[in-house]
């Protein structure tokens, strides 16, 4: 019970939520832990990508065990920026997560599931950000990310009105790649995944970076540092062994 951690041999970390009965709350104990799966996996050279999901039918993730959290906060043995590397805040963190998301993905679930690049979500799922309602914010990330994943006024309407948004609503807003029957979440999901880790290592985890790093910076500046990422993808040893590749196959044509 708690956070379980696999790679498989396709290079997949797999990371998922084992606390079904309890809708997938993350203890203080399960938060260290999570954040410890993905440490581990950026860290692995084994690992290309890494796919996070849930045991049961009933939640993705609820976010915080609010019943020890509360208190903690309360009594100051704890502080929110414990929970950074969980909320994947860290920098340097370019290997790309699938999520694949059932039933309820609500508070910091949500939280969790904005660090990830693609989202694949089932039918089922219901979404909320239900902090304001309580008197706090989400600010596991999401301040900052929301807003910058999809348009302002969107992101306003989750954040503001704290209210139960189903999975195609938020595909509409820009959140979510895929919606997909129940029964076929886990295998869509498992097929990003291999289809991601057969890419070169390098490139995608360039992309990422740039992604994440040039969007704020003026142009100039940017297109500089997009010129020394996509450097180092081009220099990778994928990237010459892909080139090889593609110019054999060129040559073997018929003219």
């Not at 970390?13 to 079904?20: E, G, L, N």
């Not at 929970?83 to 370019?94: L, M, N």
């Not at 057969?198 to 790093?213: C, D, P, S, Y």
């Not at 040893?237 to 593609?246: H, I, K, T």
Request: charged letters at 25%; glycine letters at 8%; one cysteine or more.
């Amino acid at each position: 019970m708690g956070i379980s951690y696999t790679v498989d041999a396709d290079g997949i970390a797999h990371i998922r939520f084992d606390r079904p009965e309890k809708l997938n709350a993350l203890t203080l104990a399960m938060y260290d832990d999570l954040a410890r799966c993905f440490v581990s996996a950026n860290d692995d050279p084994r690992v290309r990508v890494i796919l996070l999901g849930a045991n049961g039918d009933r939640a993705f993730c609820v976010g915080a065990d609010l019943n020890e959290s509360i208190p903690a906060l309360a009594e100051g043995r704890f502080d929110i920026s414990e929970w950074d590397g969980a909320h994947i805040k860290q920098p340097g963190f370019y290997k790309p997560v699938v999520a694949a998301i059932n039933g309820l993905c609500m508070g910091g679930g949500f939280e969790i599931m904005l660090a990830a690049d693609i989202r694949i979500a089932s039918e089922s799922a219901v979404f909320a950000l239900p902090e304001a309602s309580l008197g706090f914010t989400p600010a596991g990330g999401t301040l900052v990310r929301l807003v910058r994943q999809i348009p302002y006024a969107f992101a306003m309407e989750l954040m503001l009105t704290a209210e139960r948004f189903p999975a195609r609503r938020l595909a509409e807003m820009g959140l979510l790649n895929r919606v997909v029957p129940p029964d076929e979440l886990a295998g869509v999901a498992l097929a990003y995944a291999r289809g991601i880790a057969k890419k070169g290592r390098v490139a995608v985890q360039v992309i990422k970076e740039a992604a994440l790093t040039l969007g704020h910076l003026p142009f100039d500046e940017a297109f500089a540092r997009e010129a020394v990422l996509g450097q180092r993808a081009f220099t990778s040893d994928e990237a010459r062994e892909g080139l090889s590749r593609f110019a054999s196959r060129e040559r073997a044509k018929p003219d």
